[in-house]
């Protein structure tokens, strides 16, 4: 028994911003009221903290199996609750691709025997992410898939797209999609404007995104599938969701922590560094503003890392032939804190509905609310607490962060899976 007293918790699925105690047992919410007692119970004194239910990434790349250099799911799931997630789903473009049942049931059983963050697989659309056949949706999701995608890559050819959707209607799976389309360029390096322009450096534009976010949209009034766009960037797609919605369409959309703290101009001012490359590029300004309009006003439903391990080796290549991609599972809540909270720009309440709330409702999730009886996964944090970022201790095996070296204003403090406390105060 674990009784959490003296928190604040904030939970937007029963309405709940109050002093409260929490009381967990058998992994599960076993009451929350005021003033708990419980014999026997371990006291967590959560004073000047904010409690809330577990957050969940939606897109994390855990690089296992395949590329266990870069991470493993034991180390990645170790960065999860470092940062206060006490769930993450990771995309398919692994080495095998999760395009089967057999890769997706490795994943879950790594997942379970490192016993940190709960593991949830996304399968992938097609065969080896290739494009060209579906994959195995219907024995994947039976296998324990909680969405499809071939992120990394766009799906290009709308008839296998239009074919994904259908399928993945009848299974309730959400399609979540990596909005690039060609537009006419090979190799970019970064955002098509006057900082590419500067830097000599081949651009994407944003009417790539935007073009496949058009189509998305259109194909999901076709299909009536759940389609998800993943790291929205643009101020014409955020729109075009907004509409969407608006029409009562099943769309939903993910904003990343770098998409709404960096600009192209960021690109340029750290001179190459390629920790500022990465898939969609840094936006200019007006982009930003608009992804923070999207995040205030509840067109964006959810804030997701898309955190990217590389080993240093290979973000040391010049600029043009880094890969693209960093990590943001240990700064992702701290952002949000410092550059949405702290500033205004969302409260506590939004920022948990963009942490869990709809995280679990976008993928179906059993989890997401404090409700007796629910899930006992919990992510207490501190909104005031301010901590220098120091990349060389973060549990990821990579180190491919901008911000290295930032004093941030908020952190988070405990991290709580299934009633087991397995991240406190920086230490597993
Ligand atoms: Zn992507
Ligand atoms: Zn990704």
Redesign the pocket.
Known sequence: MLLIKNGTIIDPSQSLEKRIDLLIRDGRVEDIDESLEAEGAEIFDAADLIVAPGFIDLHVHLREPGYEYKETIASGARAAVAGGFTSVCCMPNTNPVNDNSSVTSFIIEQGRAAKLANVFPIGAITQGSKGEHLAEIGEMKAAGVVAISD??RPVRDSGVMRRAMEYSRDFDLAVVD?CEDGCGVTGWAMHEGEYSALMGLNGLPGAAEDLHVARDITLAELTGARVHI??ISTARSVEMVRQAKRSGLPVTCEVTPHHFTLTDRDVYESGYDTNFKM?PPLRPQSDLEAVIEGLRDGTIDAIAT?HAPHHANEKMLEFDHAPNGIIGLETAVRLTLDRLVDRGVISLMRMVELLSVNPARIFNLNRGTLKVGAVADVTIFDPNGEIKIDASKFQSKSRNTPFGGWELKGAPAATIVGGRVVWRDGKG
């Open positions: 992120d990394g990596h993943a790291h898939a898309d």
